[in-house]
């Protein structure tokens, strides 16, 4: 069948966007990624800064090699909206600015609790060491992911979202964390309880182990540098839509329960909420987008209870 091309009549969507063609010529056959690649050429900004809707029913036409632009619907002088994004910044990058916070704060806080407490005469308890230690590897291993486990599905983000994240990381889980949990009238400074702080270890242990493994299997769902997406198996997928939150959850009731910290509370719940929120949506999405080849899931993060 010959390929054949067609004229689209192209809007913006908000602000004016600067050299912006009214009109663009692009072959059916093309994938949605060169469209993105003519407009973001012919106005002199980057591909990641657009998105384009359709002037029919307003739905999204991704910047993926993944369908044709015949495929949409798109027909000779259909309109399409372009809408400018506004400054972008790097998945990736915010994920490590995001948690280098934690590993520079707790350090801080924890090496100079004489002279922000006043306590030159009361070391560090073994529930504090613990503490530290187990928080600290938990952003590690965090910023390890992120190089070299991660695949993401969008390149970029608002930049904005960079200062709310952050301040997420660096405020609840930096300076709330390691200020009260470090204090010479913290919960970890008392003598331990092992029959309480050896299964918040075994807990945190299988947390971070199990977390690991989702995020392997996520990955082999997707090539390096593709955004296409598949139907994840095994690492507690079977049980729940989004194991990676659960195990997530498993590793910081752990921290918490070595700290019976209220700070560590505080994070916990606060992480959670999102977590609830994006599992759900991830459940609704799998069953949209692969029907019955997908088994539906009746908990989305917690098996019996969410």
């Known amino acids: 069948m010959a390929s054949k ?9 908000g602000k004016p966007i600067k050299n912006l063609p009214e009109e663009i010529t692009i072959d059916l056959s093309d994938p949605g990624v060169e469209l993105y690649k003519h407009l ?3 106005s002199g900004s980057s591909v990641h800064r657009l998105r384009i809707t359709k002037g029919s029913d307003g739905s999204f036409l991704p910047n993926t090699k993944s369908f044709k632009i015949g495929d949409t619907g798109l027909r000779e002088q259909s309109t399409i909206y372009v809408k400018d994004l506004g400054p972008q910044i790097a998945w990736r990058t915010v994920f490590l600015i995001e948690y280098v916070g934690p590993l520079v704060i707790h350090p801080l806080i924890f090496f100079l609790r004489p002279y922000l407490y006043k306590t030159n005469d009361q070391p560090s308890s073994k529930l504090q060491v613990l503490a530290f230690t187990l928080i600290t590897l938990h ?4 910023e390890f992911e992120t190089l070299f486990v991660h695949r993401f599905s969008n390149v970029t983000m608002p930049l904005f979202n960079i200062v709310k ?4 990381y660096w405020l609840l889980a930096g300076l709330n964390l390691a200020y009260w949990i470090y204090s010479p009238n913290s919960p970890t400074a008392t003598q331990s309880n092992p029959f309480v702080t050896y299964p918040a270890i075994l807990l945190y242990i299988v947390g971070e182990a199990g977390n690991l493994s989702t995020h392997l299997a ?4 997707r090539s390096k540098g593709g955004t296409e997406r ?3 198996r095994g690492s507690g997928f079977g049980l729940v839509t989004c194991p990676n939150y659960m195990f997530e959850a498993l590793a910081w009731l752990g921290i918490w329960l070595v700290t019976w910290s209220s700070s560590a509370g505080l994070f916990t719940l606060v992480a959670l909420i999102p977590m609830v929120l994006w599992s759900k949506k991830k459940e609704t ?3 949209r987008e692969f029907g019955d080849k997908y088994k539906r899931k009746r908990y989305s993060m917690l098996p019996g209870i969410i």
């Not at 952003?139 to 965090?142: L, M, S």
Request: no cysteine; hydrophobic share 35%; aromatic share 6%.
């Open 5 to 13: 091309t067609v004229k689209l009549a192209v809007r913006p969507r």
């Open 165 to 168: 994240n952050s301040a997420h």
């Open 218 to 221: 996520l990955r082999e769902l």
């Open 285 to 287: 999405r799998y069953r």
């Open 230 to 232: 598949g139907i994840p």
């Open 139 to 142: 952003f590690a291993k965090r």
């Open 40 to 42: 973001a050429k012919e």
